[in-house]
């Protein structure tokens, strides 16, 4: 699978608001038949970053997801919404969900 984390700056302003302003291409991704998952999270110690994780099921649903329509309309829409352009982490990972983090196993 395509393993994304993105990191989004909103402007101060615009920080309560996101998601309402990314719930269309948020639910637009998460109807592609490609996407595993496309989860937005916001930082504890900055109220203006908000964190994605999002994950693909391979090469041709990342590069679907790219080439949609509703990546483009996000392109040209969401960039007025940031102080900053996102920093992104991209790999391709041998799985195709979570793992279960054995250090924290909680006992049945």
């Known amino acids: 699978m395509i393993f994304i984390t993105a990191k989004f700056r909103v402007r101060p302003e615009e920080a309560e608001r996101w998601p309402e302003i990314s719930e269309a291409f948020t639910q637009a991704t998460r109807s592609e038949p490609g ?5 937005w999270s916001r930082s504890l110690d900055d109220p203006t970053e908000y964190v994605l ?5 391979d090469d041709q649903a990342g590069a679907a997801h790219v080439r949609s329509a509703h990546f483009k309309q996000a392109q040209e829409t969401l960039p007025a919404h ?9 790999v391709t990972v041998p799985q195709e969900d979570w793992s ?3 250090e924290m196993a909680v006992p049945s």
Do not use: M
């Not at 996407?35 to 989860?39: A, E, H, I, P």
């Not at 994780?53 to 099921?57: G, K, L, S």
């Not at 940031?82 to 991209?90: C, D, G, S, W």
């Open 100 to 102: 279960l983090l054995g």
């Open 82 to 90: 940031l102080a900053e352009t996102p920093r992104i982490i991209n």
């Open 53 to 57: 994780v999002e994950a693909f099921r």
């Open 35 to 39: 996407c595993l998952w496309f989860d």
